[in-house]
């Protein structure tokens, strides 16, 4: 268990629906990061908030969007939902607070599996 | 070029032997090299991380990062069922924390 916790663990909805996902980081991370897995594409960065604010986008398009909010939870908002929008959808936190020759290591939540149908 | 390429497998190995996975990548900023494991219905987790070039040890498990050739591996001695897993490459610059993933790689250790 990595401490990091993402509600829904499952979401069936339909095209052109918006929906919600939860995250909540470690314990003392300030930072969370939201990845997209699909089978063609791997895992994919779409955002990163540190304490509350917006430090780096990936790929993430603008139909979704992100919030970290004053308790450090984040949520990730799926809009418009295609087809093409089913994947699972994982949370990482860390301290960030990296050191050179040191990583910060990002811990993985057990994502939310998305279906668009 | 992609920036990063992971053959996907599917690796089936007895149990006992020695694993190599492999990526390589195109991207001269990377830094930091790490691997992830990945059960099945699960988030990934982090195995071993590198910095710059080098081997490291941890167990049953050794990383090797080639920067001259952009080519990092890990070796898996003495391999488990419990290893059954995707092992995902994973890349990080310096200046950033994004990490940029390759796709993984489906690896069986059958008893």
């Known amino acids: 268990d990595s401490g990091v916790t993402q509600t829904p663990k499952h979401l069936i909805t339909a095209t052109g629906q918006r929906v919600t996902l939860r995250c909540s980081p470690r314990s003392g991370d300030l930072s969370v990061y939201w990845y997209q897995q699909s089978l063609d594409q791997g895992l994919q960065f779409l955002i990163h908030?540190?304490?509350?604010?917006?430090?780096a986008k990936g790929n993430i398009l603008e139909r979704f969007s992100a919030q970290q909010f004053p308790d450090l939870h984040s949520e990730l908002n799926l809009s418009s939902l295609e087809l093409g929008d089913s994947a699972l959808y994982f949370c990482?936190?860390?301290?960030?607070?990296?050191?050179?020759?040191?990583?910060?290591?990002?811990?993985f939540g057990p994502g939310t599996r998305l279906t668009v149908l | 070029q992609k920036e990063v390429e992971q053959d996907p497998g599917p690796l089936s190995v007895p149990e006992g032997a020695i694993v190599s996975l492999n990526c390589t990548y195109s991207n001269s900023a990377f830094q930091y090299f790490m691997w992830y494991r990945q059960y099945s219905r699960k988030g990934p987790e982090l195995l071993m991380y590198?910095?710059?070039?080098g081997n490291k040890e941890d167990g049953r498990f050794t990383a090797q990062v080639d920067k001259s050739s952009k080519y990092i591996s890990l070796f898996i001695r003495d391999s488990q069922p419990s290893d059954s897993a995707t092992y995902l490459c994973?890349?990080?610059?310096?200046?950033?924390?994004?990490?940029?993933f390759g796709k993984g790689t489906l690896l069986t250790v059958n008893p």
């Open positions: 908030y540190y304490n509350g604010e917006e430090r």
């Open positions: 990482a936190s860390s301290v960030y607070a990296r050191r050179r020759g040191s990583t910060d290591t990002q811990y």
């Open positions: 590198t910095y710059s070039s």
């Open positions: 994973a890349f990080l610059r310096g200046s950033n924390y994004k990490l940029t």
